[in-house]
């Protein structure tokens, strides 16, 4: 008998969710999808340029399944099984680009305005940052390419949100107000609390909410844990009280959560660009800011 491939399916019968949810869910068996391949070896080593997917699954899911990338063979997939780091940004994106940033964080300093590296420079902001991170040459390629994804989207974001209304502007102070000193476990909880949700009428703002707290749980091993390097770096010097171990890791998914909830909300306005991938975009120029923020904070 010949070898069949993976199926999977899943019918709710009659239970119809939510159309937020629907997209969450369809997100979610993409990205579990992609994984699983990219770690069997299908389509080799995510950041080798060469590393091309050429096979006929491709061909047979267009239309019929939720799984891969519809409207193959125009275009590529996304994320690890792509050519050269194209394709949507994800949860995963944001990890990989914060941790690059925190495991390089002197080399970036290096790249930035010279303004930056005195007392009373202030503090770059997360376009600063990450545009200087494209010169660190201790960042690989692929990482580089989903920096210059997040750097695409912001100037329409940055659009987008002056243009947002009050109710947005407003929902969005007030849920920086409860995040403030949260651990990221309280974090995670607040952003999911249906409590929380229901007081918030605009869908790219929950849509930004749920997507804050997806990248909470991607990184609470590595760039949320303050065994991190780059919190221990912070830890054992003498610090302000702003600049302690564990402050980071709070000011960081902080900020992290706020990027990308306000991402969110003004990601379905921005031409282009969706609720998913500004939730992104936002939470990694946020944590540009933060991260590097905190490194200043702490030489200074």
């Known amino acids: 008998m010949a070898n069949e491939g993976s199926r999977f399916i899943v019918d709710l019968g009659d239970f119809k969710l939510s159309p937020l ?90 790249y930035l305005p010279n303004k930056y590296k005195s007392t009373n420079g202030g503090r770059p902001s997360g376009t600063e940052v990450l545009q200087a991170a494209l010169q660190v040459e201790q960042i690989d390629d692929y990482t580089k390419a989903k920096i210059r994804a997040v750097l695409d989207l912001l100037p329409k974001l940055e659009e987008a949100q002056a243009a947002a209304p009050q109710s947005v502007k407003q929902a969005v102070d007030g849920l920086r107000q409860q995040l403030t000193n949260l651990s990221v476990e309280e974090q995670r909880s607040l952003l999911r609390d249906a409590g929380t949700r229901s007081r918030v009428r605009e869908e790219g703002l929950i849509e930004g909410m749920e997507v804050a707290a997806r990248m909470l749980e991607d990184g609470r091993d590595s760039i949320y844990s303050a065994d991190h390097s780059f919190h221990k770096m912070l830890r054992e010097e003498r610090l302000s009280a702003k600049a302690s171990a564990g402050d980071t890791v709070s000011v960081v998914s902080s900020a992290d959560t706020i990027g990308a909830t306000v991402g969110g909300a003004v990601g379905t306005a921005a031409a282009g660009v969706g609720a998913g991938p500004g939730a992104v975009a936002g939470g990694a120029a946020a944590s540009a800011g933060a991260v590097i923020g905190a490194v200043l904070a702490w030489i200074f």
């Open 21 to 110: 949810v629907e997209k969450q869910v369809e997100a979610e068996i993409r990205a579990i999808v992609l994984r699983a391949l990219a770690e069997n070896g299908f389509g080799g080593d995510p950041r080798v340029p060469q590393a091309r997917v050429s096979s006929p699954i491709w061909d047979k899911f267009p239309g019929q399944t939720l799984g891969l990338w519809p409207g193959w063979p125009q275009g590529e997939p996304p994320g690890p099984l792509s050519s050269g780091g194209a394709g949507p940004l994800t949860v995963g994106d944001h990890t990989l680009i914060t941790r690059a940033l925190m495991e390089h964080p002197m080399q970036v300093l290096r």
